[in-house]
């Protein structure tokens, strides 16, 4: 492996080091002869285009036209209001947080070297969407549209409150403060393109929301603020050749997603939890959340995935962790080199209670508590898996996206399930629109 | 019960509703047959001040000098930063996402009445902090550091830093930005309040993180941004006055506790899901999966809490929730009234496919979502309880934190578990400070 990916170290799943509870030569046997079944099926899904998100690696390059409406957004608009919902705003929002400076949208326009702020409006509550109708000037934002079918109802709604506000202020030039991102040739949305003349990028048709974040879906609005998106493709790229091989060694995608499946079929954990010692990489457990929550919640299956944050939920979680029902397999996440200089976070005349403190940054005991959280559950026989960022950066953010969606294709190609589509969700928009055609 | 207070609908717990994975004849006997215990033991609890929580809503008024160091704290700076973790900021960040407009740290001091821009650093990521800052000025800033035992160690080394550049920019001032909310007189905080004059607040030494923020933990830094505290202390005690009595029927808090239990101890659903319809409630679910987890996962027992945001997670989560193991019990919170004219999210000309949203604004399709992601879930047979705020404001979340420290309480009774320590967070720290101290 080479020294700047990411490290992905299973060692805490071993019996040996978990007892019982964890992986024994039986389990690693069980699990190696399930991978040529579940190898087959992940190329089965590559070649039908359900599993096209693997591909967005490729060897393609980015459209140019992506990098220059970027660079004409930035420098025409103060901000940039994304419209759109579940997988059409996680992923961005996770490679945002990532990769952007704290406390971005607070920054003078300098700071953020003319990029735009950026807004996702990924709910509806009335309230954040007035106060921030109010807040904006939306003369000076560009709304992006972002819905495969135009068909959300979420993403509609909003839309059409902004279209009007868009027709009172600029009158004929509403559309210039517009550009959406959907199907190529059908949906909702794609027929105001054509007859707007609306700028637009295409969604592949096959491509779901929640692997969608190395698409223009995610990489757009990430190139309009400035990210780094040739990079994140090239990480994913490295993550996808590293995952190239059917055998559970060598490839850590497999390797997550088959102890997850095997965790959960065999040893009763439901539960998957995704720990990031990090606030850059904060929403990565939201965006893993709906990848592992939607793909593989089918058929009476499906482990739920729980969002903790280090060191914050030591003083939170951590105690039923460690003392409750032992139904949990954990993904952690560390990085080994912070963004600041450690100096400005470096401890001096500590009091005597924490003398040993004196000298450390912030960083070094935030990765203690990391070494520190893994041991004790290890000591307490709980199953972890931890991923070492070496820093966090376009690139390994990369490897992180793709790790984990060839994870979740493999995780449901052992569960007898179709990780690509949603069924269950069809009920609630029914139900939805019932309600509000009866006005009740 | 009153018009204006929470409305709590377990409905979609019963068999009629949900079939054999509900509440039936057979389970509500069962249940009401263990109240008597768990109401003695919380007597008991309350006796021997473990339970000191539910008092802190009682007759006592709030102490005139929270007002006062407010007031002043309002006046003189423009930023407070509250450095405390897990149960010393969960209470407070929720409250102001709930109870202060949205977007609150980027507007005008003016739109701010004159109160301070609000973060509470509960984390200690090294380039969030560095960030924060350089960001802040640290001469108009007020720090409330928090921490009952001054022996947390992230606080203390949030502390230990701001302490040195408070020295640096204010030379024997610096104690005028400071103020701490700790024991009375324990811990490594109060000599430093003696010795130097600093401003403090006490924290009753019985009273733990995770029940604090009725206490001056909560209310002194909301107080500080204007938010009511009386009226919050007023629905706290609204709502220990509707859960006084031993009667699962009238008492809306044994009812969540007790019913929880069972699902969990006799129905196999092992996880909890909070569910607000809201942003501004976004933030409850956080603090609920505090009270929950560190109260109760304990000897092996323990429900998973978790967080779930609606609308946005039926883009993520509902399928699962829908389709996945029948592994949980649902908490849904929603909004009968926000707080901006609805006027201003109303829909006019939606396109064809969208007729049926003409004239109705978002809260309007926000409560719909609600009502169908409950129904749907009807449908598929897993149990949720629904509790609607009239509005957000003060008295009703004063009501909703009392609501669910009562639960917590009675849950842990039936568990037989004692809900006010956390031994499980032990063997962490001493893994952290032999890390540290090693320098590994």
Chains 1, 2 share one sequence.
């Not at 190696?32 to 060897?59: C, M, N, V």
């Not at 048709?205 to 995610?218: A, D, E, N």
Request: include cysteine; hydrophobic fraction near 40%; charge should be negative.
């Amino acid at each position: 492996m080479e020294e700047d990916m990411l490290d992905i170290n299973f060692d805490n799943f071993r019996q040996d080091r978990i007892g019982e509870e964890g992986l024994g030569e039986f389990d690693l046997d069980a699990i190696a002869k399930l991978i040529p079944a579940a190898h087959e099926k992940f190329q089965q899904w590559r070649t039908s285009g359900d599993a096209i998100f693997y591909d967005l690696a490729g060897s393609k390059d980015i459209s140019p036209e992506i990098f220059e409406v970027a660079a004409n957004t930035a420098e025409n608009f103060e901000n940039l209001v994304v419209l759109g919902i579940g997988g059409s705003a996680l992923g961005l929002r996770c490679a945002a947080q990532a990769l952007l400076p704290p406390f971005w949208n607070m920054l003078s326009g300098e700071e953020r070297k003319g990029k735009p702020r950026l807004f996702v409006c990924d709910n509806i509550d009335p309230d954040t969407f007035s106060a921030l109708m109010r807040f904006i000037d939306v003369k000076k934002t560009c709304f992006t549209v972002i819905s495969k079918s135009g068909k959300t109802i979420e993403t509609a709604s909003q839309f059409f409150i902004v279209l009007e506000k868009l027709k009172q202020k600029l009158g004929d030039d509403w559309r210039k403060n517009l550009i959406f991102i959907t199907d190529p040739t059908a949906g909702e949305l794609r027929p105001m393109v054509k007859a707007h003349g609306i700028t637009s990028f295409a969604i592949p048709p096959k491509l779901g929301g929640r692997f969608s974040v190395l698409s223009p879906v995610g990489l757009f609005p990430a190139a309009c603020c400035g990210i780094d998106i040739n990079a994140l493709i090239g990480g994913a790229k490295d993550m996808a050749d590293r995952c190239a091989k059917p055998d559970i060694q060598e490839n850590p995608a497999y390797a997550i997603g088959s102890f997850h499946y095997w965790f959960d079929a065999k040893k009763n954990k439901n539960i998957s939890v995704m720990m990031p010692y990090s606030d850059a990489l904060l929403l990565a457990s939201d965006w893993y959340s709906q990848l592992w929550a939607e793909s593989l919640g089918k058929s009476g299956r499906g482990q739920t995935p729980v969002k903790a944050q280090g060191a914050t939920d030591q003083h939170s979680q951590v105690q039923l962790y460690m003392e409750g029902p032992n139904d949990k397999v954990f993904n952690f996440l560390r990085v080994e080199k912070f963004n600041f200089p450690s100096t400005e976070t470096k401890i001096k005349n500590p009091s005597s209670a924490f003398s040993y403190l004196d000298g450390i940054d912030l960083g070094t005991i935030l990765n203690a508590e990391q070494r520190a959280t893994e041991g004790a559950l290890t000591q307490a026989k709980r199953p972890s898996l931890t991923i070492s960022f070496p820093k966090v950066d376009a690139h390994h953010l990369g490897e992180f996206f793709m790790l984990y969606e060839i994870a979740t294709a493999i995780a449901g190609a052992h569960y007898g399930i179709d990780p690509f589509d949603q069924p269950g969700v069809e009920l609630g928009k029914k139900l939805t629109k019932e309600i509000l055609e009866a006005r009740l």
